[in-house]
Every structure is written in C-alpha cells, then in structure tokens.
C-alpha cells in the first residue's frame, strides 16, 4: 500500500446502540441501513415505508435503536436484483427475555427514485419461544440461496430456513447441541460455512458444530468451557482458526481477551489485546469492545459501545 490516508466523515441523524444491520452496492455505496427500530436510506433520511418494525413494548422504549445483538440480518433476494429481505426480531417478553417472532421485511430499491422502500413488513415467519437475536445465515451449496437460523429458547433446537428465488421457506427444526437458555452473545458461521459457533460466556459457553450447506444440517458439536469471566462476548471465524474476542461488561473489569481455538482438537489459547482506561470503565461512563467480526482484509473489527450513566 501507498499514499496518504485520507478520512471522511457523514453525519447521520439515525442512532445506533447495539442492533445494526447495513447494505451497500457492489461499489461499496450505502444503500440502506437499520437500527431494529426503522430503516433509514442512503441519504440517511427514514426510508419509505421504512417505519415501525418488531412492533413491541420493547421496541417502542428504544425509538433511537434496540439494544440487541445480531437481531437484524439483511439479505439479497436470489435471482432478483435491487430485492432485499430484512430478518429481524426484538424482545416481545421482556420478564423471560424471548422473542416471540422472527420477523421478514422486504425492501425494493426501485421505489422512492431508487433510495427505495419497503414492500412488505413484520411478515411472522416463525412464532416460538426463541433465544433473542442471534440471527445469522450462510450461503448454500449451490452458491445462490441462503439458509436462515435462529434458536429456541431453553431447548436444543435451531429453527432453520431456506431462502431461494421463490420466497422463504420453512421452518424447519434441528435439535442438537446443548440446551440453550436465555442469553446474550454470539454467533456465526466459518467464511467457509462448514463451520457454525455459539457463544455465551455466562451461561454455556462455547460450541462448535460442523455444517453440511448442501442439506443446512449441523453435526458432530464440541461444547468447549471457557474458564474466564464474560457476560457480553462475542467470537468471529478466521480461515485457518477460531477466535473468541471479547471484552467483559462489567464495570471492573478491563481486559480485552482473544481466545484462539485451533481446529481439531481444539486446543485453546488465551491472549490479553489490550485494557481500558479506568475513566472508561467507571461511572459515569461505560465502554466495552465486542461482537467481533473479520473484514474481508481478515482484520478483525469489534464493536466499541460506549454508555453515558
């Protein structure tokens, strides 16, 4: 690389806490962007039609964004180009932290002199007692369709759908793996997608399934404890290693950890990445780095979510 760096700004009125999801063009140009709560579209502006989404009391207390992880997911509609489908769900229970739905809105770049619109919203594709966010998906075998996921709340089961030029369908039920109760951090799937991880370091920790994108079936899962202190963590996948990267909620503690697990055995490693200032980690001021995930220079982003008490 050469030449100088040059940094640029765009002031958005959309606000963003942890629920995001965005879209750009093949040239990189933004096309639209979600908070769980509207969509907003290139120019920043509420997309058309683009308001009230994951209608609940929830949602309705976080008009500026919900504060849920991996709870939007926004994919291309397979063989048709400017169609684009939003999965999304928010919390519906809010004493047994659930959510009751898994949501589809689907939105056409040709309305509103191409910015875009929506078409159809708050579509129920799934009613169920189901683990919150933790929405993810990975392509197909035959490289056009796409399989959807989520999890049910206090089971083994992940709901499983299949997204083809014909619509969504689905859902389909696989249990395997632990049980899985109610519960924050992450998931997602190798760059290869023969690879899947769920994680949450308070409750079950880590598991590790291989993935057949032919059929959309797990196997064979590894349940790996973690011995090490985190509420709010988050892994990402890299091609040759499977990396937790995380830094714990709580107040009092200031390290940001990489956990690196090699492939089969899995063997596991822990490193320190670095700590937070104590004026960071204090009242009146919050800031934790998580939810990781790999750009495509394979560097590692990770949110930085900061909270003014």
């Known amino acids: 690389m050469s030449g100088s760096l040059i940094i640029t700004t765009v002031t958005r009125t959309m606000d963003y806490k942890r629920t995001n999801a965005n879209i750009t063009d093949a040239s990189g140009n933004l096309l639209f962007s979600t908070n769980g709560a509207y969509i907003a579209n290139a120019t920043g ?9 994951n209608p609940s009391i929830y949602t309705s207390n976080y008009p500026e964004g919900l504060h849920i992880s991996q709870a939007c997911l926004i994919l291309t509609k397979p063989d048709a180009p400017g169609i684009y489908h939003l999965f999304h769900g928010t ?7 659930f959510a009751q739905y898994l949501y589809l809105t689907t939105i056409d770049m040709s309305l509103d002199g191409t910015l875009g619109g929506v078409v159809s919203k708050n579509q129920a594709l799934i009613a169920d007692m189901l683990n919150v966010g933790k929405i993810t998906a990975v392509r197909h075998a ?23 030029p014909d619509g969504v369908s689905g859902p389909d039920q696989q249990a395997i793996g632990i049980a899985r109760y109610a519960d924050i951090g992450q998931v997602c799937f190798s ?6 991880a769920y994680y949450w370091g308070e409750g079950e920790d880590l598991e590790i399934f291989d993935f057949d994108r032919c059929t959309g079936l797990f196997a064979d899962p590894v349940h ?3 011995d090490d202190d985190n509420s709010m963590g988050g892994w990402h ?13 709580r107040m009092s503690i200031s390290t940001t950890r990489r956990h690196r697990i090699s492939p089969p055995p899995w063997c596991i490693s822990r490193i320190g990445m670095g700590s937070i200032h104590p004026v960071h980690r204090s009242q009146p001021y919050s800031t934790s780095r998580n939810w990781p995930q790999m750009a495509r220079s394979t560097s590692v982003q990770a949110m930085v979510h900061s909270i003014c008490m």
């Open 91 to 97: 919390i519906d229970d809010q004493i047994g932290q």
């Open 142 to 164: 035959n490289g056009r369709d796409w399989w959807v996921f989520c999890h049910k709340q206090n089971t083994n089961i992940f709901y499983r759908l299949l997204v083809t």
């Open 237 to 249: 996948s890299h091609p040759t290693a499977v990396f937790s990267m995380y830094h714990p909620w």
């Open 224 to 226: 790996i404890l973690i």
């Open 191 to 196: 760059p290869d997608g023969s690879k899947f």
């Open 45 to 53: 502006d509420t997309m058309y039609n683009g308001t009230g989404l």
